[in-house]
C-alpha cells in the first residue's frame, strides 16, 4: 500500500476546479459536463489517484467481512488456526477473505490495499518473515482500523497480540531432551527477525542454563527457510564440521525437525538411541513418522477463535483496546513420541 497518493485537492489544483467539482466528475454526478468528466478522470488516472480506502472503511457502515493474512495456507498450523477463525466468523454472521503472502512483504503490503478497497471491517493478521517495517499495519492502527495479530506478532504501540507461550514451549522441548539424558543439544532456529523465534531461543538457553549446561553459540543455528532440505544440510554440516558432535535437536519448527531426522539417517545414527529430535507445532505427520516426532503442540483453532472473538468484539465496539490484556497468550503442550525417549 503506497502511503502517498494523488488526492481529489491534487487534482482539483490542477485543473484549476474546486474539490467538490471533482470528487462529483469521479462519480459520473449529474450537472458535471462530459467535457469536465473527462478531464477529471484522465488526469485521475495519470495521477494514479485512488480513493482513500481507509477513509471510506472508517466512514461506511459494516460490511461484516473480515480480511485474513496468513503467510501460508499448506502450513498445518495456519490451517487449523482458518478453522478457528471461520468457526467464530461464521457463527456471528460475517465472512472471511483471506490471502496468503508466501512470506513476500509485497504480497502482504498488497493483500492490505486490496482487502481496504473491498470495505473489510477490521484484519486479523500473521505477517510474512520479509515484514521488519510495520508501517503500512500502524497507518491503519493509527485511524482506529481495527487489527488483530496473531502467531507472529509486532512489538508496535497499540497492537493487539493473540500467540502463544513459545517461551514455555521450547524450556519444556528442551528440558524434557535433558532428563532423557542428551546434553550436547542443538537449536534449529528460525528466523531472527520473529520474536517467536526469539521466545524459542530463550526457551532453549534458560532449560540449559538451569541445568547446568554451559550454552554452545556454535549449536544455535539459524533455519532461515525453517524446510526440511534446509535443515538436513545444515544437519550434515554440523555433523561434518564440527569437533563436538551433538546428540539431540531442538527445531523452530516441524519440517526441521524432519530434516534433521533424514540427515541422522543417512549418516548411519540411530534415533533417538544416538540423536533425540523434538520440534514445534505438532503437525499431522509428526505420528506418522518412523520413529514418531516428538513436538510441542500449539492450540491453533484456539488461536484463530480467540482472535476472531477480539476482533469482532472491537469492530462491535463490545469493547475497548484498552480493556484487553495484551498480549493474549495461550499454553502449549509438549507431545512426548519415540524420536526423544531412550
Not at 16 to 38: H, M
Not at 169 to 196: C, E, F, M, W
Request: contains cysteine; glycine residues 6%; negative net charge.
Amino acid at each position: 500500500m503506497k502511503l502517498e497518493q494523488a488526492t481529489i485537492k491534487d487534482i482539483a489544483r490542477e485543473l484549476n476546479v474546486s474539490s467538490s467539482t471533482v470528487s462529483r466528475a469521479l462519480k459520473d454526478y449529474p450537472g458535471i459536463s462530459d467535457e469536465t468528466k473527462r478531464k477529471v478522470k484522465e488526469l485521475a488516472d495519470k495521477m494514479n489517484y485512488r480513493p482513500n480506502a481507509i477513509a471510506l472503511s472508517l466512514r461506511k457502515s459494516r460490511s461484516f467481512t473480515i480480511g485474513v493474512i496468513i503467510p501460508e495456507v499448506v502450513h498445518f498450523f495456519f490451517s487449523t488456526v482458518i478453522s478457528g477463525i471461520e468457526e467464530i466468523a461464521f457463527s456471528r454472521g460475517y465472512n472471511v477473505i483471506l490471502t496468503q503472502t508466501n512470506e513476500k512483504l509485497s504480497r502482504e503490503m498488497n493483500s492490505v490495499d486490496t482487502m481496504l478497497s473491498n470495505q473489510i471491517d477490521g484484519f486479523l493478521v500473521s505477517y510474512s518473515k520479509e515484514t521488519s517495517d510495520f508501517s503500512h499495519f500502524t497507518k491503519l492502527l493509527d485511524k482506529g482500523f481495527p487489527i488483530v495479530f496473531f502467531d507472529r506478532v509486532p512489538d508496535i504501540p497499540q497492537a493487539i497480540n493473540v500467540t502463544v507461550d513459545d517461551f514455555s514451549g521450547a524450556y519444556q522441548a528442551t528440558k524434557h531432551l535433558i532428563d532423557q539424558g542428551y546434553r550436547k543439544i542443538v537449536h534449529l532456529a528460525g528466523p531472527s527477525n520473529l520474536k517467536i523465534s526469539k521466545e524459542r531461543e530463550r526457551g532453549y538457553r534458560e532449560a540449559l542454563k538451569d541445568a547446568g549446561i554451559p550454552i554452545n553459540p556454535s549449536f544455535i543455528v539459524e533455519c532461515t527457510h525453517g524446510t526440511n532440505d534446509e535443515a538436513f544440510e545444515i544437519t550434515k554440516e554440523i555433523f561434518a564440521d564440527f569437533s563436538d558432535k551433538p546428540d539431540a535437536f531442538f527445531a523452530n519448527n516441524d519440517m526441521a525437525a524432519v530434516g534433521a531426522m533424514m540427515a541422522c539417517k543417512s549418516l548411519g545414527l540411530r534415533v533417538p538411541e544416538d540423536v533425540g529430535i523434538v520440534g514445534f507445532s505438532n503437525w499431522q505427520f509428526c505420528s506418522i513418522l518412523d520413529p514418531t516426532l516428538s513436538s510441542v503442540s500449539q492450540p491453533g483453532f484456539n488461536i484463530g477463535a480467540k482472535a476472531t472473538e477480539l476482533l469482532l468484539d472491537i469492530i462491535e465496539k463490545k469493547i475497548s483496546i484498552e480493556e484487553i490484556h495484551n498480549p493474549v497468550v495461550l499454553e502449549t503442550e509438549l507431545l512426548i513420541r519415540k524420536s526423544s525417549v531412550r
